[in-house]
């Protein structure tokens, strides 16, 4: 939940396809999306042996448990799922924040395209409908296992032929005026970099009214962060989950300490096999680049750079830990934690009433 705050408001209003010149991230290859409170970035990707035209269309598995929705497991998650009143509201805003890029850039001489709801993220909306176990059956963590889609979403996005339309040393221009000089769109959601700082994006933003309810997120998730690492520091928690670590290490997946590593580790490791494609991609001439969007799917076999076999096999592997994550979990930690943090999100809830409040109608 830590990561959704940090990054869930502003990486949402710019997840217009823009491709980054400096972004390390994998989504950042043709998107400017970054992860969702499970790691996501976009839908899951097909299994190893079932290629991603085949299955890219398929509509989510049948949800016939009584558990309650992964997105509204918590306080602060109903709020933020569909039925929360923020998605539709974001939804609105989003646009008025891209039709505000697209006048900043074209008076800085550059094109670019309002993508609409180009950059949805259809895992964390599958998070909506789906109970946690079934979400994770499917998914995983949706970090490996969304690398298909994410790039599958950005097949007719507009601004992906834009940028690779672009030489080299227009696409860092175009780049550096979207998102500010020296910036990382992996980096826009940490609350370090001031919007005025931001290029495009931060002025649209301050411009549309965005400011205050931006940095009313940034305080509830500093809050929301020492509220969880209090919790953490528990004698029943530290016992849970030391239960966790040990269930995990029986389960094969060891060296885990933290609830959280299992998700780094598989974001490091495909930040390793996205690494090359960047490169690869600022090597091609404008021609190339745009032929990889020229029609309705991408083929990630021709994509510069990505060892597929790797992907496939890390994909695999994330399933099988994040399941056995999950089992581990429902054994030791939830009972202890969740109520915990159900108190905390509740408190915090009321403390951040106006700034909640202000997400709601963000831009009015």
């Known amino acids: 939940m830590r990561r959704l705050i940090s990054a869930l408001l502003l990486l949402a209003m710019v ?5 980054s010149g400096t972004s390390d991230e994998p989504a950042a290859v043709v998107s400017g999306e970054t992860e ?6 976009s839908a899951a990707a097909p299994a190893a042996d079932e290629p991603a035209d085949e299955q890219e269309d398929e509509p989510a598995p049948a949800e016939d448990s ?11 998650g109903a709020f933020f799922a569909e039925d929360g009143g923020f998605q539709s509201a974001l939804d609105e805003y989003r646009l008025r924040v891209e039709e505000g890029i697209l006048v900043c850039m074209a008076e800085q001489g550059f094109e670019f395209a309002v993508s609409g709801d180009a950059g949805r993220n259809a895992v964390q909306e599958a998070q ?8 994770t059956i499917e998914y995983g963590y949706g970090i490996s296992t969304s690398f298909d889609s994410v790039v599958q979403s950005q097949a007719t996005n507009p601004n992906a032929e834009i940028i690779f339309a ?4 227009e696409r860092e221009a175009w ?6 000089v020296g910036n990382d769109l992996g980096d826009l959601g940490n609350g370090a970099i001031p919007l005025e700082e931001r290029g495009c994006i931060g002025s649209s933003i301050i411009e549309t009214g965005g400011q205050g309810p931006i940095e009313g997120l940034d305080a509830f998730g500093e809050a929301y962060g020492e509220r969880e690492e209090a919790i953490f520091d528990t004698n029943d928690m530290i016992v849970a989950v030391g239960d966790w670590t040990r269930c995990m290490s029986e389960a094969g997946h060891p060296d885990y300490s933290e609830l959280e590593a299992p998700e780094d580790s598989f974001r490091d490791r495909l930040s390793v096999i996205s690494a090359p ?3 690869a991609l600022d090597e091609l001439e404008p021609g190339e680049g745009q032929s990889l969007f020229d029609g309705e799917e991408i083929d990630l076999t021709k994509l510069p750079g990505l060892d597929i076999d790797a992907l496939r096999a890390l994909q695999d592997e994330e399933l099988s830990t994040a399941l056995a994550d999950l089992d581990c979990y429902d054994t030791h930690v939830r009972d202890v934690y969740e109520p915990l943090r159900n108190d905390f999100e509740t408190e915090l809830m009321e403390e951040f009433g106006s700034e909640l409040d202000a997400l709601r109608s963000i831009g009015g």
């Open 15 to 19: 997840a217009t396809g823009c491709a």
């Open 36 to 41: 969702n409170d499970a790691g996501s970035e």
């Open 66 to 76: 009584d558990e309650p929705a992964m997105a509204a497991s918590s306080p602060i």
């Open 128 to 135: 909506n409908e789906l109970s946690e176990r079934a979400w």
């Open 166 to 169: 672009l030489g080299a040393a």
């Open 175 to 180: 780049t550096e005026t979207l998102i500010g």
């Open 277 to 279: 494609i960047r490169p």
